[in-house]
């Protein structure tokens, strides 16, 4: 055979070579990519088991569903209202957003100051940490079903005749727990205050029968004298006890 022809049938070293260099570049970058593969599945497992997988499984969840709506029927002031309402709405935010009954305030919004008391078929409430569902079908008595500018309630002229407020922002709630209280008062009912004097029998409501039972109302402004004072005139017992 001619020289020619075995030397064309044998590959140039140089061709053998760069082809060699490139497929270790392949294989190279090969095993690379699978080295990062298993690095970002180990950090993810890693993860898994320091935190939970429950948890890594949650985080990847997309974000919260659509609020669920609530059909809703409840007397308010007398007035039954039927809505349908996000079931994690507050009956204060309720009554100040969808029906602008603006007159029970948001003070804390904890349940600590009281400004937002109601009356929940009679029973002081508040209506910050109460769901709006959990009233379905009962009867709710905000400041403005009390009375009006010409129409006041008995407590209501109390609180003007012995001056039991000054800002004002805290006094619908403090009139509406009066006005409970009151009712308790007429039904027996008890506080820390009777269990301590022993008169557990109808307790007369003293100052500090009144102090205590409307300790869950914070006046900012400090006039729990007047206050105390406006209660007391309504019970009968007229001067301080």
Do not use: W
């Not at 609530?70 to 079931?87: A, C, E, G, Y």
């Not at 769901?131 to 079908?137: E, F, P, R, T």
């Not at 922002?169 to 007429?186: D, F, N, V, W």
């Amino acid at each position: 055979m001619p020289p020619c022809a075995e030397v064309a049938d044998t590959p140039d070293t140089e061709e053998v070579s760069a082809h060699n260099v490139e497929q270790n570049d392949v294989e190279r970058n090969d095993i690379e990519l699978n080295r990062r593969q298993f690095l970002t599945v180990s950090g993810v497992l890693t993860a898994g088991i320091a935190t939970g997988l429950p948890r890594v499984a949650a985080a990847q969840q997309p974000s919260p569903s659509a609020p669920q709506m609530f059909p809703l029927s409840l007397s308010i002031n007398k007035q039954v209202h039927r809505l349908t309402v996000d079931t994690r709405t507050t009956l204060l935010d309720l009554l100040r957003e969808n029906l602008e009954l603006t007159g029970s305030k948001k003070g804390c919004d904890h349940g600590q100051c009281g400004a937002c008391t109601v009356l929940l078929n009679g029973r002081r409430v508040n209506s910050c940490l109460t769901l709006a569902v959990a009233a379905q079908g009962s009867e709710v008595t905000t400041i403005e079903g009390l009375g009006d500018a010409l129409h006041l309630s008995p407590v209501q002229k109390a609180f003007l005749e012995h001056d039991g407020f000054q800002c004002g922002y805290c006094t619908p709630g403090q009139i509406c727990s009066a006005t409970a209280l009151l009712e308790e008062g007429k039904h027996g009912n008890l506080s820390r205050i009777s269990f301590e004097t022993g008169k557990t029998e109808h307790p007369e409501l003293t100052d500090n029968e009144i102090r205590e039972r409307m300790s869950g109302n914070i006046c900012r402004c400090g006039a729990y004298p007047n206050i105390v004072a406006a209660v007391r005139s309504l019970t009968g017992m007229g001067g301080a006890a």
